[in-house]
T-cell receptor
Framework: SQQGEEDPQALSIQEGENATMNCSYK?????LQWYRQNSGRGLVHLIL?????REKHSGRLRVTLDTSKKSSSLLITASRAADTASYFC???????????FGQGTRLTINP | DTAVSQTPKYLVTQMGNDKSIKCEQN?????MYWYKQDSKKFLKIMFS???????INETVPNRFSPKSPDKAHLNLHINSLELGDSAVYFC???????????FGPGTRLTVL
């Protein structure tokens, strides 16, 4: 299975701290995406990193990709209470025409 | 303006019933998807349609039948509902070569 795995499954930090989540996958990919899901809501696309990129930034988000290790990390800097949500990585495998999601990291930001 | 909408938001029904979930997107996208999210938050693709043509059918029981009357709509009909069908079902859409997907708010299906 191409299913990604995320680590940790749950993370609780204080507001203002940085949060790091990791994702591993199994097959070759075209790109990797990160999505956020607030409780009871649909997923929202955060950032995409292509297989030939190693690092990407968007606001307080920093994503890295290591294709040799088949892994990615999402760093959220200066966390806020509003960042409390589940975060999912999704891979778009070469030729597969579909996204495969990890099981997500549940992030809680404590005020 | 809602980009991807689903109805209903909640659906509670008895085993054996038939139900439908509707999805509409006003983004002008050409590809639409149905996902199932289980109680452990695992999200798995069920179907995808591109310009009303079925592209992906992920070994979903044939009790599930998607229908795309036009490229802005993708409905999901479920026959003979079973307890294991209880989940949150998400519709999503994307456009052409751009892989980012836009998700609806989800439909929480509870089968009693």
């Amino acid at each position: 299975s191409q299913q990604g795995e995320e680590d940790p499954q749950a993370l609780s930090i204080q507001e203002g701290e940085n949060a790091t989540m990791n994702c591993s996958y199994k097959t070759s990919i075209n790109n990797l995406q990160w999505y956020r899901q607030n409780s009871g809501r649909g997923l929202v696309h955060l950032i995409l990193i292509r297989s030939n990129e190693r690092e990407k930034h968007s606001g307080r988000l920093r994503v890295t990709l290591d294709t040799s290790k088949k892994s990615s990390s999402l760093l959220i800097t200066a966390s806020r209470a509003a960042d409390t949500a589940s975060y999912f990585c999704a891979t778009d495998a070469s030729g597969a025409q579909k996204l495969v999601f990890g099981q997500g990291t549940r992030l809680t930001i404590n005020p | 303006d809602t980009a991807v909408s689903q109805t209903p938001k909640y659906l509670v029904t008895q085993m054996g019933n038939d139900k439908s979930i509707k999805c509409e997107q006003n983004l002008g996208h050409d590809t639409m998807y149905w996902y199932k999210q289980d109680s452990k938050k695992f999200l798995k693709i069920m179907f995808s349609y591109n310009n009303k043509e079925l592209i992906i059918n992920e070994t979903v029981p044939n009790r599930f039948s998607p229908k795309s009357p036009d490229k802005a709509h993708l409905n999901l009909h479920i026959n003979s509902l079973e307890l294991g069908d209880s989940a949150v079902y998400f519709c999503a859409s994307s456009q052409g070569p751009f892989p980012e997907q836009f998700f609806g708010p989800g439909t929480r299906l509870t089968v009693l």
